[in-house]
């Protein structure tokens, strides 16, 4: 296994509850059907979403530091420009691992993460990478 998928395959291990920043109400969107298929395997889903008030069958948070309980993962559907506020945002509210998803690229959410002790993952489909990982996990 290289080493990307070994450092995905143990954030995975260490994960329950995943919230979703962006996460859509529209079906049909990645950042619906995503977060869905995690849903349906097993990972709580907390959505953060200014816009609405639950998604999936879950009360949706306007801000990760409004979420009053244990989050394992910030899993990120948002432009690469919001990356380094949503990175500070997970750490601050002591949340250890952001995963931003395929296509998005933060150096500056990337290097605040790694200064911090924090696992990141970008530019990679937690939903791809889980199924490349299932079987171990």
């Not at 990645?30 to 959505?47: C, L, N, T, W």
Request: hydrophobic share 40%; net charge negative.
């Amino acid at each position: 296994m290289d080493e990307q998928l070994e450092k995905e395959a143990i954030i995975l291990r260490g994960t329950k509850t995943i919230a979703v920043v962006g996460c859509s109400r529209e079906e049909g969107k990645p950042s619906h059907d995503i977060p869905a298929y995690m849903q349906s395997v097993g990972f709580r889903i907390v959505p953060v979403n200014p816009s609405a008030d639950t998604i999936l069958g879950e009360k949706c948070y306007k801000q990760i530091k409004e979420i009053p309980f244990k989050v394992d993962l910030v899993d990120v559907f948002r432009p690469a420009r919001e990356a380094l506020t949503v990175t500070k945002e997970a750490y601050e509210a002591g949340i250890q691992r952001v995963w931003l998803q395929l296509g998005i690229y933060s150096k500056e959410a990337e290097d605040f993460a790694m200064s911090n002790g924090m696992d990141f993952v970008m530019d990679r489909c937690i939903m791809v990478e889980y199924n490349k990982l299932k079987d171990i996990l």
